[in-house]
């Protein structure tokens, strides 16, 4: 994955979406390949993703389109990861077959 140059005041420009979603892409079609279950949250720390500009959105634009490209499958909800206060479940995703033969990048 290619380094951000800082700017001058030592902060890093957040790449536009599209230019983020081609650098964390390739962790994510690697994920798909092994056939094990995993959260992106999983998939991004271990592969130390950058964050998105707009997080709250372009997580799930994400992996939605990962899933219109044939490579993700939706396999269930994960209620652990997040804390009970906020009732909600986390997705758990896995490679379609496709991805795990290596027909789907």
């Known amino acids: 994955m290619p380094t951000i140059q800082p700017a001058l005041d030592g902060t890093v420009p ?4 599209q230019t983020w979603a081609e650098q964390v892409r390739p962790a994510f079609v690697e994920a798909a390949r ?6 992106t949250y999983e998939i991004a720390k ?3 993703l950058p964050e ?6 372009d997580w799930g634009n994400f992996t939605q389109a990962l899933v219109r490209d044939g490579l ?4 269930g909800f994960d209620r652990s990861l997040r804390p009970t206060v ?5 997705s758990v995703w896995r490679g379609t077959r ?3 033969a290596g027909r789907a990048a």
């Open 86 to 90: 906020e009732h909600s479940a986390v």
């Open 34 to 39: 092994t056939g094990r279950r995993f959260t």
């Open 52 to 57: 998105p500009a707009n997080p709250r959105a």
């Open 14 to 17: 957040t790449p536009d979406y």
């Open 46 to 48: 271990d592969n130390q």
């Open 72 to 75: 993700l499958e939706h396999c």
């Open 98 to 100: 496709a991805a795990q």
